[in-house]
């Protein structure tokens, strides 16, 4: 059995991660999976946008704690090894995602935890089921912050949320989530794929071409100087002024219709 499931609708992606006995932790050989369909998905031209949920109860429980082929090991390894295997498995997918032309909107059906938080994080617009709780877990286990969580978080809810959430390890509802700005909303349990779905279909007939754009200005702007960043925005915005898809948004916006954008 997979343990990343593809489905495509029209022009958007659903990647479901797929071990419910695990909660969807993640381990070397989903990681690897998720990593190779990404990549799959972006070279495909007719996939414009990409929804990242997860199977059953949980989205992600964070990182595998049993079996060989996990991302953590025991407690007395001291050979740096799962240092390697998180530099070489976990942090490669979250800088695909983050990189990736894709937008990745991230539909978090459950529980999220430890690593899972990163994963959901390193989405482009993330969305909760009122029912899901976020856990930085790692203090639990006596385990360090990794998955970008230490950076991402302080950003998102500011340094003293970010500290008691990972020194306590408290789950936080999905509301609370939204209204710290930890995502982007919280949405009734039987209705978030609906919501998804709708949103990625909106993301799916943007500009490819101003999505990719946008993601990398605010990729780029979190270590810029303002004065760099508006710089920066300059010459974008002179790559933006030279593409096929602002004659055809300005032509429609002119024409009161919708814009069909190629990506050129």
């Excluded at 959901?120 to 930085?136: H, M, N, P, T, Y």
Aim: glycine share 8%; aromatic share 4%.
């Amino acid at each position: 059995m997979s343990d990343v499931l593809v489905e495509l609708k029209g022009r958007v992606a659903i990647v479901t991660l797929n071990n419910e006995a695990t909660y969807n932790a993640l381990h070397t050989a989903m990681i690897n999976e998720l990593r190779a369909v990404i990549a799959e998905l972006e070279s495909d031209p007719k996939v414009r946008a990409l929804v990242l949920t997860g199977a059953g109860r949980g989205f992600c429980s964070g990182a595998s704690l049993a079996g060989d082929s996990n991302i953590t090991t025991s407690a007395s390894d001291g050979n740096g090894s799962i240092a390697d295997r998180i530099k070489e498995g976990l942090n490669p997918l979250l800088t695909q995602m983050r990189s990736t032309r894709l937008p990745i909107l991230v539909a978090v059906n459950g529980a999220v935890a430890g690593a899972g938080v990163g994963l959901a994080l390193a989405g482009d617009i993330v969305l909760a089921a009122r029912s899901a709780k976020f856990i930085l877990s790692f203090i639990r286990i006596a385990a360090s912050m990794d998955a970008g969580t230490s950076l991402v978080v302080q950003r998102l809810v500011g340094p003293a949320r970010a500290r008691a959430l990972a020194m306590l390890g408290e789950a936080i509802s999905a509301d609370c989530a939204e209204s710290w700005g930890l995502i982007w909303k919280a949405i009734d349990n039987n209705q978030l794929m609906g919501v998804a779905m709708t949103l990625a279909e909106q993301l799916a007939a943007s500009s490819p071409l101003a999505i990719g754009r946008i993601k990398r200005q605010i990729e780029e702007a979190w270590a810029t100087s303002f004065s760099e960043t508006i710089e920066a925005e300059a010459e974008m915005q002179r790559l933006a002024f030279m593409s096929e898809d602002i004659r055809e948004g300005v032509a429609a916006f002119r024409e009161k219709r919708n814009p069909v954008f190629t990506g050129r």
